[in-house]
């Protein structure tokens, strides 16, 4: 559809036009519901007023400054949001990636400040998925999106994720941070068990690792608590965000302890446009959009009923489907071979409805925040649908 860009994504063959709330208009008119909302952006639906307003007015006011100096959208960003978690300071850069890759620097830099030199190794999760940089990419499990970039950064390990003897064994003192996803998205939607976070804190507390969680899909209300870690009881030592942060502008931020803080120092890390006017505004408007709206009440009781719905599906269709999974508004419905998550969500496209996909053959759902229940009963009727209309056509 643009022979001018660089062919590195699989798109759909839609051209989107505009957003509102729950839903993106192509340009033949089409107005899809979206389940997938930017993947896991655009938690308070596309386009939102406030936001836009926030953006525009910030826009006339700063664009940019750099991080040469203070600015008011960062450091009041950075206080509504150590605020809220409970942390001490906040770094800001500019997506997903760049935020891990600063917990990745900050984890080796402590340590090395710490005079313990050979406490390099970074401890990551089977599935797990950090990022597209070197770094973060040397922290994602996924070979395939591995193969042909080598030689990555060294001294990254795998431990298998929700496995506590396993843990038990990798955490030891070569170990300066361990990083996980509270809920897996890219591998298939595979929440942490309850027993693996708490173990994880245990055991770096006791061992000196720093516990990172990335909560970059997972975070900023998905699971139905602002932050994933309120969610699972466990509080790292650091927290990674980006995403929906701000609600579809570019910001990615890294929360850290005072006792962390110190790892990272003048000229060790920084980004030209990390934590700009513009996106610290949009997630500010964020920040106060949600407080007005008792989102994660909402978010607890639209995604169990969400939930109870696939499985009811996944109950009436055991030939395409196996049980879902998932927390608050972040699910993954498992698709059989023969069948494809891909095809299925091409069928789903024709219906108007957009979905995801994830690792494992899976359909991943992550519509924003605000989708309503009736738009929740949307969506399950045409999955009912497409279920149904994919077996008739097998069966001819
Ligand atoms: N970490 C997780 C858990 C993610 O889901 C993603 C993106 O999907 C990233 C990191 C990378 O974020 P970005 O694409 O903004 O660099």
Do not use: W
Not at 175 to 204: M, N, T, W, Y
Not at 239 to 264: R, S
């Amino acid at each position: 559809m643009n022979e001018a860009l660089l062919e590195n994504y699989a798109r759909a063959p839609l051209r989107i036009i505009s957003g509102d709330g729950c839903y993106l208009t192509d340009d033949r008119g089409r107005r899809y519901l979206d389940a997938i909302a930017g993947i896991a952006v655009c938690a308070l639906g596309h386009s939102h007023p406030q936001i836009s307003d926030a953006v525009a007015s910030q826009a006339r006011r700063l664009v940019h400054a750099s991080n040469l100096y203070f600015h008011e959208p960062a450091g009041e960003l950075a206080r509504e949001l150590t605020r809220r978690s409970g942390f001490a300071r906040a770094f800001f850069c500019n997506s997903g990636t760049e935020a891990n890759e600063a917990a990745i620097k900050l984890a080796r830099k402590l340590a090395f400040r710490a005079g313990e030199l050979t406490r390099t190794t970074i401890l990551a999760c089977s599935g797990a998925f950090h990022g597209r940089t070197l770094g973060a990419l040397a922290a994602t499990a996924n070979e395939s999106y591995k193969v042909g970039f080598g030689p990555l950064a060294g001294n990254f390990e795998f431990t298998p994720f929700n496995d506590i003897s396993a843990l038990e064994r990798r955490i030891d003192e070569r170990v300066a941070a361990f990083i996980v996803e509270p809920v897996q998205g890219e591998s298939g939607v595979h929440p942490a068990s309850d027993a693996f976070l708490p173990k994880a804190r245990e055991l770096c507390s006791a061992r000196g690792a720093l516990l990172v969680f990335d909560e970059i899909q997972c975070g900023m209300g998905r699971l139905g608590d602002l932050f994933a870690f309120q969610s699972f009881g466990v509080r790292p030592d650091v927290v990674t965000m980006a995403k929906a942060l701000g609600n579809g502008l570019p910001i990615g931020a890294m929360l850290v302890t005072e006792a962390a803080a110190g790892g990272l120092q003048p000229g060790d890390h920084g980004s030209t446009f990390g934590g700009s006017p513009v996106s610290a505004a949009a997630a500010l408007a964020h920040l106060r959009v949600r407080d007005a709206l008792d989102l994660d009440r909402h978010v607890r009781a639209v995604g169990a009923h969400a939930l109870e719905g696939l499985q009811a599906l996944a109950r009436e269709y055991p030939e395409l489907f196996e049980a879902p999974r998932g927390r608050g508004l972040l699910l993954g419905l498992p698709v059989r071979a023969p069948y494809e998550a891909t095809a299925f969500a091409a069928h789903l496209r024709e219906r108007l409805v957009l979905v995801g996909t994830a690792a494992g053959n899976t359909l991943r759902f992550a519509p924003p925040l605000i989708v309503s229940r009736s738009e929740i009963d949307f969506l399950l009727e045409v999955l009912h649908a497409a279920a149904a209309g994919m077996l008739a056509a097998d069966a001819k």
